[in-house]
């Protein structure tokens, strides 16, 4: 039998070409990195489009193989991933995180000061919510995402506001960057004013008061333009004696009474439902109620028209729910993946996403609110001019339970303590202060441990 | 044995090469060791999927929110002084015994009727009343969800040719209550009657023979040759409901998410509330294995009963 053995010194060398041969720089463009991303799984059908041709185009520039993965919150799914990869420090090296996510993996999550700071010299400020939810002990864990970012404004039935409440809300917002007559008086008061006209007219406004993202939304921006805080930013509960808090709670006790007799169990749907079915002559809500009109009733949709939040004493709020983009910090390319984010939030992607979406995604900066769909997306034209935040609404983004700490606030905000303490009182029969003294309990047991 | 008488034949052919069996080959030779490495893998999956996550969610459960330091029972204490979750155990315990009574008495309410179908036209009855049990819980409770659908209720509708007003039923305390219970007996009660039904079939006919015989009335014969006959299998059925049943979180979780105001939370959605989503995996790790201690109680003394009946029959 010949000697096949080989030499040693062959050996090395032929192992020395194979390591060499892996790290060669990539010839004829192949991609040498593999980026896994999971992002959330657009309402949007066409919305995963942009993500997909935005990080197809990045990935060709940058010779990286980006491999997307959409997962939708249906069941939590998404939660429920990041939970898992989390434990097991392994998984996909983006990740779509929901509000308050970024607060529970923070230690987890790779900072990623140097990227936002880039993207706020460029586009200035970012929105304060998405500040507070994506900082952690001074920095940055997280980057706000276009893809799926909303804000929850007042979609209207202009004529049946007209019709019923004597509002014309086109003429108070108009398409335009101004107020018109009126807008100054869409107060917290005059919207009970028309809430209660519009039940009388037997189309309710829809406004859910269950325990999803909608209702906790709208009630916190509620409670912000009363100055209600349940808590001071350290997390110490500021409901004794707190005169703010016991007026917006009477306000929205006094309000509850005038919306349909079921919505403590709405869900999300629940209201978009309202306003489509033509029962509803108002919900907070982003575009995607009025696009489904579009398609399956058109009649309502064209008479929709958004407007903003109304104001209260400590002024206009308006609710906003941003998705983050993380980067764990077990994650292999982590380099890579602050570069494509970074991209990802330029004005030109975000513009990009926000058209794929029909003006659904809100990209996290103010500078930001003047893409062109707002302008163009109809029937009617204008009717989403005012969904995002601009200046002339005088208003603040607002997310329910801020300032608290982030690990308290999340705890607040998906048990939905500020639609459950109204509830208590207007469903439960509970005084006042008994529900307040409940959610006092509440939050200091939320503390412990 | 035939493997000896082989080793015997042969000593004396290979004698001079001969040594005596090693330990490691007396082990292997042993019964024991064969069963045992025979139900390795069975050990093996039960440590792996049973043990092992049971022992790691006591281990969370014993940890802070951060899950950096070790607090003991902490986290159990916190629970017992929280309000919602004192609701939560009462509502648990009311959903799960009164969904299980039900189920039991709807199961061998159905499995007599069906007992006493001639045979021919048993199967498709049988089949029928099984479909429930059959479809995954997740996707008929939607369908339920659709009948009770706050603004749109199809049995509202229904309602509402009687001229009945609409009734608020994941909208309101008791009706949301026993929505739940509903679908939870709904999807369970066939799961009760195949059980019963078996059980039924095994009862010699020569009891009741005998019972006519002594003159009994139905009931009689109900009281004192049919329960009796079924005690074990009714023991066991109840017990794995009961486990089973305060388990339930699809029903909860599509149907009223817990609302409103949490009346309706069983342990797993609200474990799932607090510990996934409200990311305190610690003290859902808690709630989850509230009831365990208990319910390892009541499982063992009705397994106990179970074995010490058996030992009476087979006496």
């Given at each position: 039998?010949?000697?096949t053995?080989?030499?040693?010194?062959?050996?090395?060398?032929a192992?020395?070409?194979?390591?060499?041969?892996?790290?060669?720089?990539?010839?004829?463009?192949?991609?040498?990195?593999?980026?896994?991303?999971?992002?959330?799984?657009?309402?949007?059908?066409?919305?995963?489009?942009?993500?997909?041709?935005?990080?197809?185009?990045?990935?060709?520039?940058?010779?990286?193989?980006?491999?997307?993965?959409f997962?939708n919150?249906t069941?939590?799914?998404l939660?429920?991933?990041?939970?898992?990869?989390?434990?097991?420090?392994s998984?996909?090296?983006?990740?779509?995180?929901?509000?308050?996510?970024?607060?529970?993996?923070?230690?987890?999550?790779?900072?990623?000061?140097?990227?936002?700071?880039?993207l706020?010299?460029?586009?200035?400020?970012?929105?304060?919510?998405?500040?507070?939810?994506?900082?952690?002990?001074?920095?940055?864990?997280?980057?706000?995402?276009?893809s799926?970012?909303q804000?929850k404004?007042?979609?209207?039935?202009?004529?049946?506001?007209?019709?019923?409440?004597?509002?014309?809300?086109?003429?108070?917002?108009?398409a335009?960057?101004?107020?018109?007559?009126?807008a100054?008086?869409?107060?917290?008061?005059?919207?009970?004013?028309?809430?209660?006209?519009?039940?009388?007219?037997?189309?309710?406004?829809?406004l859910?008061?269950?325990?999803?993202?909608?209702?906790?939304d709208?009630?916190?921006?509620?409670?912000?333009?009363?100055?209600?805080?349940?808590?001071?930013?350290?997390?110490?509960?500021t409901?004794?004696?707190?005169?703010?808090?016991?007026?917006?709670?009477d306000y929205?006790?006094r309000?509850?009474?005038f919306?349909?007799?079921?919505?403590?169990?709405?869900?999300?749907?629940?209201?978009?439902r309202?306003?489509?079915?033509?029962?509803?002559?108002?919900?907070?809500?982003?575009?995607?109620?009025?696009?489904?009109?579009?398609?399956?009733?058109?009649?309502?949709?064209?008479?929709?028209?958004?407007?903003?939040?109304?104001?209260?004493?400590?002024?206009?709020?308006?609710?906003?729910?941003?998705?983050?983009s993380?980067?764990?910090?077990?994650?292999?390319n982590?380099t890579a993946?602050?570069?494509?984010l970074?991209?990802?939030?330029?004005?030109d992607?975000?513009?990009?996403?926000?058209?794929?979406?029909?003006g659904?995604?809100?990209?996290?900066?103010?500078?930001?609110?003047?893409?062109?769909v707002?302008?163009?997306e109809?029937?009617?034209v204008?009717?989403?001019?005012?969904?995002?935040?601009?200046?002339?609404?005088?208003?603040r983004p607002?997310?329910?339970?801020?300032?608290?700490?982030?690990?308290?606030?999340?705890?607040?905000?998906?048990?939905?303590?500020?639609?459950?303490?109204i509830?208590?009182?207007?469903?439960?029969?509970?005084?006042?202060?008994?529900?307040?003294?409940?959610?006092?309990?509440?939050?200091?047991?939320?503390?412990?441990? | 044995?035939a493997?000896?008488?082989?080793?015997?034949?042969?000593?004396?052919?290979i004698?001079?090469?001969?040594?005596?069996p090693?330990?490691?080959q007396?082990m292997?030779?042993r019964?024991?060791?064969?069963?045992?490495?025979?139900?390795?893998?069975?050990?093996?999956?039960?440590g792996g999927?049973?043990?092992?996550?049971?022992?790691?969610?006591?281990?969370?459960?014993t940890?802070?929110?951060?899950m950096?330091?070790?607090?003991?029972?902490?986290?159990?204490a916190?629970?017992?002084?929280?309000?919602?979750?004192?609701?939560?155990?009462?509502?648990?315990?009311f959903?799960?015994?009164?969904?299980v009574i039900?189920?039991?008495?709807?199961?061998?309410?159905?499995?007599?009727?069906l007992?006493?179908?001639?045979?021919?036209?048993?199967r498709?009855?049988?089949?029928?009343?099984?479909?429930?049990?059959?479809?995954?819980?997740?996707?008929?409770?939607?369908?339920?969800?659709?009948?009770?659908?706050?603004?749109?209720?199809?049995?509202n509708?229904?309602?509402?040719?009687?001229?009945?007003?609409?009734?608020?039923?994941?909208?309101?305390?008791?009706?949301?209550?026993?929505?739940?219970?509903?679908?939870?007996v709904?999807?369970g009660?066939?799961?009760?009657m195949?059980?019963?039904l078996?059980?039924?079939?095994?009862?010699?006919?020569?009891?009741?023979?005998?019972?006519?015989?002594?003159?009994?009335?139905?009931?009689?014969?109900?009281?004192?040759?049919?329960?009796?006959?079924?005690?074990?299998?009714?023991?066991?059925?109840?017990?794995?409901?009961?486990i089973?049943?305060?388990?339930?979180?699809?029903?909860?979780?599509?149907?009223?998410?817990?609302?409103?105001?949490?009346?309706?939370?069983?342990?797993?959605?609200?474990?799932?509330?607090?510990?996934?989503?409200?990311?305190?995996?610690p003290?859902?790790a808690?709630?989850?294995?509230?009831?365990?201690?208990?319910?390892?109680?009541?499982?063992?003394?009705?397994?106990r009963?179970?074995?010490?009946?058996?030992?009476e029959?087979?006496?």
């Amino acid at each position: 039998m010949a000697d096949t053995s080989l030499p040693r010194r062959g050996v090395l060398a032929a192992g020395a070409g194979l390591v060499a041969g892996l790290h060669a720089p990539a010839v004829f463009g192949q991609a040498t990195t593999t980026l896994r991303c999971a992002f959330w799984d657009h309402w949007v059908p066409t919305g995963n489009g942009a993500l997909r041709q935005l990080c197809g185009q990045w990935g060709e520039r940058n010779r990286v193989n980006v491999q997307l993965d959409f997962i939708n919150t249906t069941g939590n799914q998404l939660q429920l991933t990041a939970a898992a990869q989390a434990q097991s420090r392994s998984g996909h090296d983006i990740i779509s995180l929901s509000p308050w996510d970024v607060g529970t993996y923070a230690d987890q999550l790779e900072p990623v000061d140097d990227v936002m700071n880039r993207l706020i010299a460029k586009y200035g400020p970012a929105n304060q919510v998405a500040e507070y939810l994506a900082k952690h002990r001074g920095g940055w864990r997280a980057i706000p995402a276009t893809s799926g970012t909303q804000n929850k404004p007042a979609l209207c039935r202009f004529d049946l506001l007209q019709e019923h409440a004597g509002l014309d809300v086109r003429a108070m917002w108009p398409a335009e960057n101004r107020k018109g007559p009126g807008a100054d008086d869409w107060t917290w008061e005059t919207f009970l004013r028309a809430a209660e006209a519009c039940h009388r007219a037997n189309v309710p406004f829809g406004l859910p008061m269950g325990q999803f993202t909608d209702a906790v939304d709208w009630v916190g921006a509620l409670f912000a333009s009363y100055g209600a805080r349940v808590t001071d930013e350290r997390g110490n509960p500021t409901i004794r004696n707190n005169q703010q808090l016991r007026q917006v709670m009477d306000y929205a006790v006094r309000l509850a009474r005038f919306l349909p007799n079921d919505v403590w169990a709405w869900d999300d749907a629940s209201n978009n439902r309202a306003l489509i079915s033509g029962r509803s002559a108002l919900v907070f809500n982003p575009p995607s109620a009025w696009a489904v009109a579009k398609r399956d009733a058109p009649q309502v949709a064209e008479k929709c028209w958004t407007i903003p939040m109304p104001s209260g004493p400590q002024g206009r709020f308006l609710a906003y729910l941003p998705w983050n983009s993380g980067i764990w910090s077990f994650g292999r390319n982590k380099t890579a993946a602050k570069n494509l984010l970074e991209f990802l939030t330029e004005r030109d992607s975000a513009e990009a996403t926000t058209n794929t979406s029909n003006g659904y995604d809100i990209p996290p900066f103010a500078t930001m609110s003047d893409f062109k769909v707002w302008e163009t997306e109809g029937p009617p034209v204008g009717t989403l001019y005012n969904y995002p935040l601009k200046p002339h609404h005088d208003a603040r983004p607002s997310i329910a339970f801020a300032p608290a700490p982030a690990e308290l606030a999340s705890q607040m905000y998906i048990q939905a303590l500020n639609t459950k303490v109204i509830a208590r009182v207007a469903q439960g029969g509970e005084t006042i202060e008994q529900a307040l003294g409940w959610l006092e309990r509440e939050i200091n047991n939320m503390r412990r441990g | 044995m035939a493997s000896d008488a082989t080793i015997a034949h042969a000593a004396p052919v290979i004698a001079p090469r001969a040594t005596p069996p090693t330990t490691l080959q007396k082990m292997a030779r042993r019964r024991s060791t064969i069963a045992f490495l025979l139900t390795l893998p069975l050990l093996a999956v039960i440590g792996g999927l049973v043990a092992w996550p049971a022992a790691y969610a006591i281990y969370l459960s014993t940890l802070n929110r951060r899950m950096t330091a070790f607090i003991g029972l902490e986290n159990y204490a916190i629970l017992l002084e929280n309000d919602t979750f004192r609701m939560v155990i009462w509502q648990s315990c009311f959903f799960a015994i009164t969904a299980v009574i039900l189920k039991a008495l709807i199961g061998f309410w159905l499995a007599h009727m069906l007992h006493h179908i001639p045979s021919k036209g048993q199967r498709v009855w049988r089949g029928m009343l099984l479909v429930p049990w059959v479809i995954p819980p997740a996707l008929s409770t939607l369908g339920w969800w659709w009948m009770f659908e706050p603004s749109y209720s199809s049995i509202n509708w229904l309602l509402a040719i009687f001229s009945v007003p609409p009734v608020p039923w994941l909208g309101e305390m008791w009706w949301a209550r026993i929505s739940v219970i509903i679908v939870n007996v709904w999807y369970g009660a066939p799961f009760f009657m195949i059980m019963y039904l078996a059980a039924l079939k095994s009862v010699p006919d020569q009891l009741y023979e005998a019972a006519d015989i002594d003159g009994a009335t139905g009931w009689q014969r109900l009281r004192y040759v049919t329960l009796p006959m079924m005690r074990n299998i009714i023991s066991i059925t109840v017990l794995f409901s009961l486990i089973v049943t305060f388990a339930n979180y699809d029903i909860v979780r599509v149907l009223t998410n817990g609302g409103p105001r949490d009346l309706t939370h069983v342990f797993a959605s609200y474990a799932f509330q607090v510990g996934v989503l409200s990311g305190n995996i610690p003290r859902g790790a808690a709630v989850s294995l509230f009831m365990f201690p208990l319910l390892a109680v009541i499982a063992f003394f009705v397994l106990r009963g179970i074995n010490e009946r058996t030992k009476e029959i087979g006496a």
